[in-house]
């Protein structure tokens, strides 16, 4: 495995961080502040859509679809370095319009979509004018197994779908620019298990779509974005609104959740990065017991701790994205699962130690670790909770 950057790939690495210096991380307080100052907190702030603006005329933009023309021409493995680039900002991902869950809904879209539905929904997607958000888990199941998905799609002769759902943690669901679901549920409940499951595209103003309410993350609401639980009540839709067909809904599923998976934790890997510059600025600045604390055995030793364990996760994402892009996705499985599990514990251990560096200021609205430990948190379940990923790997190393 070769994992060099290729020129291309280091002439866009120098292009993302010299914007996110120059540009993202001075509009981190912007966005916070202008959000704070909306009449509403789902709103959008304006220097978010002038940093897209920016990001696309500098050529920053779609740099994810490998595989797609779509794209920047980028495999997996070449995406990696500029994904853990923007993932050390919270505002970052949205800014090269490589966020999710438009990520994830854009590669479905690219590998399952009509030129139809492509038209109406991938094209405003790949230019950044709509966003869009993913249906999948439900309050009343496991969701884990989602082979419990209660969520149905029931045809109506030549009228299309109806669907009857109650959704929640749709990510995105609450940003006024989301116009478009792609939900999961069972069309035929008799069909084999993994055929019960179909994916469908609802538009966001249709009849009987609603907000029942947002989620927090431990308090946070990730506004503009934020997560919802949504009600289907009723919903009708045209029949070619159904993704690739009837009972196809695991196939579309694995499809997208991988490159989704992995891309998390790209992004963390940056995050971690972060937290980690945030610890060492941090001791070398701070006096205790009459000398620096950087001068601690046990600061040092967290430091040391967090730097391999930082490598070791790049380490395996780099070889799961080089599987991905070499043998598919599916041969890459117990890898993608591997470092979903990796990523996040890694990450939480970092941040923890940055926290603990920082004292009560690590625990406040002034460093931004806080939130950066609860948006971290939710990764150990989100995509699939890391037992499920265990219990994959667990099933690879049987079967050998």
């Known amino acids: 495995m070769d994992f060099d950057l290729s020129p291309k790939v280091q002439r866009?690495?120098?292009q993302v961080v010299d914007f996110m210096q120059r540009e993202v991380y001075p509009a981190e307080p912007v966005f916070e502040r202008q959000l704070a100052e909306a009449p509403?907190?789902?709103?959008?702030?304006p220097v978010m859509e002038e940093l897209k603006k920016k990001a696309r005329a500098e050529g920053l933009w779609n740099l994810f679809l490998p595989e797609s023309e779509l794209g920047a021409g980028l495999t997996n493995l070449e995406y990696a370095p500029l994904c853990e680039i923007m993932g050390r900002s919270p505002i970052a991902p949205e800014v090269f319009n490589c966020s999710a869950p438009d990520t994830g809904n854009m590669e479905t879209l690219v590998r399952y979509a009509t030129p139809a539905q492509q038209e109406q929904w991938l094209k405003p997607l790949l230019n950044g004018e709509i966003r869009s958000s993913f249906a999948m888990t439900e309050p009343a199941v496991a969701s884990s197994d989602a082979t419990n998905i209660e969520a149905r799609i029931e045809r109506d002769g030549n009228r299309g779908y109806v669907i009857n759902a109650r959704k929640w943690w749709t990510s995105g669901a609450m940003d006024p620019r989301c116009k478009i679901f792609i939900l999961m549920g069972k069309t035929d409940p008799n069909a084999p298990r993994h055929q019960q499951q179909s994916m469908i595209l609802v538009p966001r103003d249709t009849p009987g779509v609603n907000m029942v309410r947002a989620l927090t993350v431990f308090?946070?609401?990730?506004?503009?974005?934020?997560?919802?639980?949504v009600e289907f009540k009723d919903v009708r839709v045209p029949a070619e609104n159904i993704l690739l067909g009837e009972g196809r809904g695991f196939e579309i599923a694995q499809g997208r959740l991988g490159p989704g998976?992995?891309?998390h934790c790209m992004r963390m890997i940056g995050l971690a990065e972060r937290s980690l510059e945030a610890m060492v600025a941090r001791v070398k600045s701070r006096v205790a017991f009459g000398r620096p604390l950087a001068d601690q055995g046990v600061i040092r030793e967290w430091i040391a701790d967090s730097r391999m364990e930082i490598e070791q996760a790049r380490l395996l994402t780099l070889k799961a994205a080089h599987m991905m892009d070499t043998v598919g996705n599916k041969v890459a499985q117990a890898e993608?699962?591997?470092?979903?599990?990796?990523a996040p514990k890694m990450l939480l251990a970092v941040i923890d130690r940055a926290i603990q560096a920082h004292g009560g200021a690590g625990v406040s609205q002034d460093f931004g670790?806080?939130?950066a430990w609860a948006r971290s948190r939710v990764m150990r379940i989100v995509d699939g909770p890391d037992e499920v990923?265990?219990?994959?790997?667990a099933r690879v190393e049987l079967r050998k």
């Open 369 to 371: 670790l806080a939130y």
């Open 12 to 14: 866009l690495q120098a």
């Open 336 to 342: 993608i699962a591997m470092i979903k599990v990796l």
């Open 261 to 263: 998976r992995i891309h």
């Open 40 to 45: 509403s907190r789902w709103q959008i702030p």
């Open 389 to 393: 990923h265990k219990r994959a790997v």
């Open 219 to 229: 308090g946070y609401d990730d506004a503009p974005h934020g997560h919802a639980e």
